[in-house]
C-alpha cells in the first residue's frame, strides 16, 4: 500500500492498519489542506474517506482503535477535542463494508 504523493493536498500522518478477515485497510489522519481528516485505503487501492469537519480547522492527530476494532480514536490538535467513533451498525473497522466516500485514483 502507498499514499502517493498528489491524491491529498496535505501530507498522510498517524497511520494505523486494521487487519481483517477481508482485507488490510491502511487509515491515515491527513494533517493540512482541504482534506482534513480520516482517510483510508483498502488492498485494491480505493482510497476514502471516514470523516472531515466542518467546524474544526486543525489537524486529525492521534489515531487509534480499541483491541476489537471496534472504537476508533483520535484528536483535533489546536482544539483540543477528543472522539471516540464508532459504526452504526456495531462492526469493528475491518468488516465486510464501509459506508463511505471514495476519492479518484487517478492524478491527473
Not at 482541504?34 to 469537519?53: A, C, D, P, V
Not at 487509534?64 to 476494532?69: D, H
Not at 471516540?84 to 465486510?96: C, H, I, K, N, T
Amino acid at each position: 500500500m502507498t499514499t502517493r504523493s498528489g491524491l491529498f493536498d496535505g501530507a498522510p500522518d498517524q497511520v494505523q492498519r486494521i487487519v481483517g478477515s477481508n482485507q488490510d485497510i491502511l487509515y491515515f489522519t491527513e494533517e493540512g489542506g482541504r482534506n482534513k481528516g480520516i482517510h483510508g485505503r483498502n488492498g485494491g487501492g480505493q482510497f476514502f474517506t471516514i470523516l472531515e469537519s466542518p467546524v474544526y480547522n486543525s489537524e486529525t492527530t492521534g489515531l487509534a482503535f480499541s483491541p476489537n476494532g471496534k472504537f476508533m480514536y483520535f484528536a483535533y490538535q489546536e482544539e483540543g477535542v477528543l472522539f471516540q467513533l464508532s459504526r452504526e451498525d456495531g462492526l469493528a473497522f475491518d468488516g465486510r463494508t464501509l459506508n463511505v466516500k471514495y476519492h479518484v485514483t487517478e492524478v491527473g
